[in-house]
């Protein structure tokens, strides 16, 4: 009986002999970084055994203890995790870290290997396809339709009586809807119909959960004890509703563009950021460039609409739950509000949002306690000399985003939410790279004048004509990471019309 267990621990020794001797030179190369003990095939992974909140705090203990630059083996993977804003400018921007680390193969299982999760040829062919719908001056075409579906959302929030909700649900309807018409280039009506359409806006956060679970749990990244879980049937599940959803979409656009003029084709060949550009779609585009199979397009077309309509959302949500935490800043950003549009509720143009600078404040500080990209991760692809010292080719690159942001070297009462350090003077007495919500280099994130803008027209809408209010406190608020930062609580905000 116990020869099987012989040959499992003989196997598992040879094969971790082997790989340290394929490995040598990293593994030189890694014991000059400091960091905790680690344990043969497994590494530093049992740290990971927590729940999502401890995940935080060991993040933060670690480099407590071990400073900006440290290493963690999870299990074969080594990754060095940085938290100098200056290393990190550098090390985010360079060619040589041009590829999404190994921890982003369990968000591709869900979205292909393309714009979001994937590296290579690959990932830029496709955000190449995509780039002219994102740019500053293409979203410009944008207003009328995230106008419309704000007062749409505006409805909605005008039946509510003054008990507690959580508006999250009422605004990723909205940004959901948005998205559909903007990017994807359906009309409300084929929007409405899609299949499935709620029950991925309401499960999408659990899949994200699974995904990230993934990504910290060694054991579910074995796949037959990922197979055997209960995240692996949610998962097929959500995929299968993700396809038929997808498909539908992309029906409707090939169907489209059976009478499209060569004129518009033609913009297939522009790479300028310009208004015209919007005439496509980026399903259109991707159709159009025929680059893309079947499965890359099912997963591309869902991969656009994922990444815009829940980090939007997201920061909506977090943007109005801050005004009703912080009652005086609410009052200095309403005021704002009112001076630049009066008391009518009419569209918002770009003009009004570029008036309000507390606004842009406000958000700014909301990004920075509730990054989107919280924990960020590149495959290093040759050695990359810091300050410090030299990332191995073949190790991954950690950059602990939140924890930047909430770093007490950079930021005083690093917890607190205070606009004001966004204001002019804060902000040129600041190491700049402190700050990196959108990332940086090439692979930043492609749509963040869409969610800037999408953010600004949906929370100025709601707070000109409601103040907000919360049945809790900012201290009742607990964060945690799953992908992005999630709030345990919700959004929980009562609503009250202003006075005209
Ligand atoms: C408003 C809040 C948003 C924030 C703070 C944000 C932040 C980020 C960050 C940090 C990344 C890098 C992720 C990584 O490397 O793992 C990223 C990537 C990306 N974001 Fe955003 N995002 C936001 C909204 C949006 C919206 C509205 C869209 C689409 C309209 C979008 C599209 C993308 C895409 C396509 C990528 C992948 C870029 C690439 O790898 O080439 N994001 N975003």
């Known amino acids: 009986m116990i020869w099987p267990l012989y040959f499992i621990i003989g196997a598992l020794s040879a094969f971790w002999l082997v790989w340290r001797y394929q490995n040598r030179r990293m593994i030189a190369m890694a014991s000059k970084i400091v960091g905790p003990p680690a344990i043969p095939l497994l590494g530093n992974a049992l740290l990971f055994m927590g729940q999502p909140e401890q995940f935080v705090k060991l993040l933060r203990d670690l480099t407590t203890k071990y400073g900006s630059v440290f290493k963690l083996w999870l299990g074969p993977d080594l990754n060095i995790v940085v938290s100098d804003p200056d290393d990190l400018k550098v090390l985010l921007a360079t060619p040589k870290t041009n590829s999404k680390g190994p921890q982003y193969k369990y968000m591709a299982d869900l979205l292909g290997g393309g714009i979001l999760s994937g590296s290579g040829p690959?990932?830029?062919?496709?955000?190449k396809i995509a780039t002219p719908n994102y740019g500053k001056r293409a979203i410009e075409t944008y207003s009328e339709v995230f106008n419309k579906e704000v007062n749409i959302l505006m409805e909605k929030l005008r039946i509510k009586n003054s008990e507690p909700f959580d508006i999250y649900y009422d605004i990723v309807r909205c940004t959901s809807f948005t998205v559909c018409q903007t990017l994807m280039g359906l009309t409300r009506e084929e929007a409405t119909t899609l299949p499935h359409l709620e029950e991925i806006i309401d499960k999408t956060q659990c899949e994200y959960d699974v995904i990230f679970q993934r990504m910290t749990k060694w054991y579910l990244q074995i796949d037959p004890v990922f197979w055997a879980s209960k995240q692996h049937s949610e998962q097929k599940r959500f995929m299968s509703i993700m396809e038929e959803f997808s498909e539908k979409i992309l029906q409707h656009r090939l169907e489209k563009l059976k009478n499209l003029d060569d004129s518009k084709r033609d913009l297939m060949n522009s790479e300028d950021d310009a208004v015209i550009n919007t005439q496509l779609s980026v399903i259109d585009r991707f159709i159009l460039s025929q680059e893309?199979?079947?499965?890359?397009?099912?997963?591309?077309?869902?991969?656009?609409?994922?990444?815009?309509?829940e980090a939007s959302a997201k920061i909506s949500s977090f943007l109005l739950l801050m005004m009703a935490y912080h009652p005086e800043?609410?009052?200095?950003?309403?005021?704002?509000?009112?001076?630049?549009?009066?008391?009518?509720?009419?569209?918002?143009t770009d003009k009004d949002l570029k008036k309000m600078p507390y606004l842009e404040m406000v958000f700014k500080e909301v990004l920075r306690l509730f990054p989107i990209g919280a924990i960020l991760q590149r495959t290093v692809n040759e050695d990359i000399e810091i300050s410090s010292c030299t990332l191995p080719a073949g190790s991954s690159l950690v950059a602990p985003i939140y924890h930047l942001h909430r770093d007490p070297r950079f930021w005083t009462k690093p917890e607190y939410f205070d606009p004001e350090r966004f204001n002019p003077e804060n902000t040129n007495n600041?190491?700049?790279?402190?700050?990196?919500?959108?990332?940086?280099?090439?692979?930043?994130?492609?749509?963040?004048?869409?969610?800037t803008k999408l953010v600004k027209t949906i929370c100025v809408r709601v707070l000109r004509e409601f103040e907000l209010t919360s049945p809790e406190t900012y201290d009742d608020l607990r964060v945690f990471i799953s992908v992005s930062v999630v709030s345990r609580n919700g959004f929980p905000v009562s609503l009250h019309r202003r006075k005209k």
Not at 293 to 309: A, G, P, R, W, Y
């Open 122 to 127: 690959t990932w830029r062919k496709h955000r």
């Open 292 to 309: 893309l199979d079947q499965d890359e397009l099912v997963k591309e077309t869902f991969t656009i609409f994922t990444s815009s309509q």
């Open 329 to 348: 800043c609410q009052a200095k950003l309403y005021d704002e509000i009112k001076t630049v549009i009066g008391n009518d509720d009419r569209c918002l």
């Open 430 to 451: 600041r190491n700049p790279n402190a700050y990196v919500p959108f990332s940086l280099g090439p692979m930043d994130c492609l749509g963040r004048f869409f969610g």
